[in-house]
């Protein structure tokens, strides 16, 4: 029987990531996963395809309507969808590589099947109808999550699709009808709105984004009314009717009250994800789960039964492929011995839309709720000479301080390239930096960056260029 220091349950970024660091910390790992390749849902239908085709589409759209301004002159782009389909698979397969080879450098064994959790010390890993037991030291569970599901309305992956199968349409949407207007409603519905599709937005809240800053989702949603997305907010989706060719969707007042029929080609469901566990064995192992089935576990990633642990999706907090790489890296460390810790106060968050929506810390909602005083500095994207000369104006940079001490709280952008712009807000968070410590920190110009300096500045009402 083979035996480990640590067995992981998965290869989702939580999954692989802590088993390099653990192999890195000179423990023997090995770790299991019941898909055909590695990676999870991040690398193989979630964050990296998504991205290849929030890129391509971008390009698709640039170069349709933003070149022709710039001098450039091309004849009207074409799609060509499968092309295009296959770039994104390549950017998946490129990836899953990446991963094989890093379990392989870092000596780590791949036992293909599925896991599921004997007790302490004990996996069993199951596939092709046979298995085998492995013991081990330690065991992590980074089995991720699925999506969440409507009643009575079954999802096909053809016409009544998740993420999954929006990644993987045949043919454009003619009509595509997304229900919820979170971060997965607004990422795919960009990539088929730019590559042909009538979008509408279906949300049960009064508002997109919610967990957002208020006042950056509210210029968000101008934006994408402008680029052609519809929204019907404060509505749910109670069911879909096939009509011939047509789906019928009916969407209700999320109060209640009288139904209205849409007609659409594709309904994407992206209402949310839920930890997955099937399988796995937690209650005859005894592991313990919270109220919304998600792995029970301590400040130390522990769960309930010795030896077990939880990282990842299948936990508490923000689902995040970043989040789970923080938290496999922690639990390494904590079972070599170290101090391994995950800061969740600084986690951004992004949104790969054009534009990019941003954000670490605190949301003014959150500040105003929590009774905090804090002070606000905004600039905006139309006063810096960058985003001017490349005509990309739209958003702004948002930094909340605590109106006593000037610390940095919170920090939001809307605007091209939001995503990277954040990250040295998180630095500066992380080391408990103030408004003033961004705002005499030399950016360089011309750089859209200097927009967050800015805002820093405004904190003390003294932006130079506003
Ligand atoms: P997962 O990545 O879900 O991996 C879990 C793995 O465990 C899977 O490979 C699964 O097969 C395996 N597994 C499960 N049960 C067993 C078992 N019993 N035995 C063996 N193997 C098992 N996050 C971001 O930060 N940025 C993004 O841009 C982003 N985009 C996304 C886009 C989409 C469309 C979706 C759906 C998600 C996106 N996410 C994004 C979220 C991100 O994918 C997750 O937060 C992340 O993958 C979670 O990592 P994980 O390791 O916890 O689990
Ligand atoms: P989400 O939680 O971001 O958004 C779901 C939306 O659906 C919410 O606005 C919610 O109010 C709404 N909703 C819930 N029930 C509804 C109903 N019955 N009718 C209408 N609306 C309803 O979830 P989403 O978009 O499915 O994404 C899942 C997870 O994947 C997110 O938690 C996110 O963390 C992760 N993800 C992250 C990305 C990123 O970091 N860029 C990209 C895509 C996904």
């Known amino acids: 029987m083979a035996t480990y220091d640590l067995v992981v349950i998965g290869t989702g970024p939580g999954g692989y990531v802590c088993a390099v660091r653990a192999a890195q910390l000179g423990m023997k790992v090995a770790v299991v996963e019941k898909n055909a390749t590695l990676g999870g849902t991040c690398l193989n239908v979630g964050c ?24 450039v002159s091309v004849s009207t782009p074409k799609l060509d969808l499968p092309a295009m389909m296959d770039f994104k698979q390549q950017g998946i397969d490129g990836n899953v590589k990446g991963v094989e080879f890093l379990m392989k450098k870092n000596k780590i064994d791949v036992l293909k099947g599925s896991g599921k959790i004997l007790g302490t010390g004990k996996v069993e890993v199951s596939a092709d109808g046979k298995s085998q037991v492995v013991e081990t030291k330690n065991i992590v569970i980074a089995t991720g999550s699925d999506i969440a599901r409507l009643k009575g309305i079954e999802i096909d992956e053809k016409r009544i699709v998740s993420s999954t199968g929006a990644l993987s ?51 968000f949603q101008r934006i994408l009314e402008k680029q052609g997305f519809a929204f019907k907010l404060g509505s749910k989706l109670t069911g879909v009717e096939a009509n011939g060719k047509a789906l019928l969707a009916k969407i209700e007042p999320a109060a209640g009250g009288a139904a209205e029929t849409i007609e659409a080609d594709v309904v994407l469901v992206c209402i949310g994800r839920v930890p997955f566990t099937d399988g796995l064995g937690l209650k005859e192992a005894g592991v313990a789960l919270d109220e919304r089935g998600r792995v029970q576990i301590d400040a130390h990633f522990a769960t309930n039964v010795k030896g077990v642990y939880a990282i990842g999706d299948v936990v508490a907090g923000p689902m995040l492929a970043h989040k789970a790489e923080d938290e496999g890296v922690a639990v390494a460390e904590i079972l070599a011995g170290q101090a391994g810790h995950v800061n969740y106060d600084v986690i951004p968050g992004v949104v790969y839309t054009t534009p990019e929506v941003s954000s670490v810390g605190k949301t003014e909602e959150e500040l105003k709720q929590a009774g905090q005083a804090y002070t606000v500095g905004k600039f905006p994207f139309t006063a810096n000479g960058r985003s001017k000369v490349n005509q990309t104006t739209d958003g702004f940079v948002k930094i909340l301080a605590d109106a006593k001490t000037d610390r940095v709280l919170g920090v939001h952008i809307i605007g091209r390239e939001a995503g990277e712009m954040i990250h040295e807000a998180v630095v500066l968070m992380e080391f408990g930096g103030s408004a003033e410590d961004l705002a005499r920190s030399c950016h360089a110009h011309p750089t859209r960056s200097e927009a967050i300096k800015e805002a820093a500045l405004a904190v003390g009402k003294r932006a130079i260029h506003m």
């Open 48 to 71: 990296m395809p998504s991205k290849a085709l929030l890129h391509a589409s971008e390009m698709f759209e640039e170069a349709g309507h933003s070149f022709a301004k710039m001098g």
């Open 169 to 219: 349409l045949e043919k454009v949407p003619g009509r595509l009808l997304v229900i919820g207007a979170g971060v997965i409603g607004l990422e795919l519905g960009s990539v088929w709105r730019r590559l042909g599709s009538e979008v509408m937005v279906v949300e049960f809240l009064d508002r997109i984004l919610p967990g957002m800053d208020g006042e950056i989702a509210k210029q």
